[in-house]
């Protein structure tokens, strides 16, 4: 069974500060993917990965980096925190570039920035 | 642009009743549609997916999903829904180059 793992199930940090996300996947998939859930607007994407040191904006990138030097770990990166990014965050990974793979999600990391 | 709907925010149901959750997506050329569920405090899980064949799709847990491509829809079914089955549920389109594009979720609270 997949098995997507993030580091933080909750996290608090500061507004300002350099907020580092990390998950890490163990089914050797080629994507991997961030997402942003938030009530009502279901899930955005952030950025995603078909490649290692290869990334690809999502719908919402502003804010955000991402990097993956491993073909395992994708982490995101949000450079100067701010209030509107408190939300609950959701790393995924997929087997390949199919249309027809599904995703497979972590825990998810709640997010506050005070 | 590629968009996914889901036509209810919030579904309250009894024990035994059924259940119906809607699902319009956009056109895009090819597409495979899924539904994930979130029960509360967990990740999102796979509950089916269309790619060809059968329009009528059967997942997990009795669950069961539609698609009518003349409606651009896939609504998902259960013919009795139980207290278990509280939890989010979302629909995603799969386009090419792997993305998923995901609906608003829809929150399904079943009473005892």
């Known amino acids: 069974d997949v098995k997507v793992t993030q580091s933080s199930r909750y996290l608090v940090k500061r507004t300002g500060e350099k907020v580092f996300l990390e998950c890490v996947q163990d089914m050797d998939h080629e994507n991997m993917f961030w997402y942003r859930q938030d009530p009502g607007l279901g899930l955005r994407l952030i950025y995603f990965?078909?490649?290692?040191?290869?990334?690809e904006k999502g719908d919402i990138p502003e804010g955000y980096s991402v990097s993956r030097e491993k073909k395992e770990r994708f982490s995101l990166i949000l450079e100067s925190a701010s209030t509107n990014q408190t939300s609950m965050y959701l790393c995924a990974s997929s087997l390949t570039r199919g249309s027809n793979q599904p995703q497979h999600f972590g825990d998810g990391t709640r997010l506050s920035i005070l | 642009a590629q968009s996914v709907s889901q036509h209810n925010h919030h579904v309250i149901l009894s024990e035994a009743a059924s259940l119906e959750l809607g699902c319009n997506y956009s056109y895009g050329g090819t597409v495979n549609l899924f539904w994930y569920v979130q029960y509360p405090g967990q990740h999102l899980q796979l509950l089916l997916k269309y790619f060809s064949g059968d329009p009528l799709v059967k997942g997990i847990k009795g669950f069961e999903a539609e698609f009518i491509k003349s409606k651009f829809s896939f609504n998902l079914r259960k013919p009795s829904v139980q207290w278990s089955d509280t939890a989010e549920y979302f629909c995603a389109a799969g386009y090419q180059g792997g993305k998923l594009i995901f609906g608003q979720g829809t929150e399904l609270s079943v009473k005892p």
């Open positions: 990965s078909y490649d290692v040191k290869m990334k």
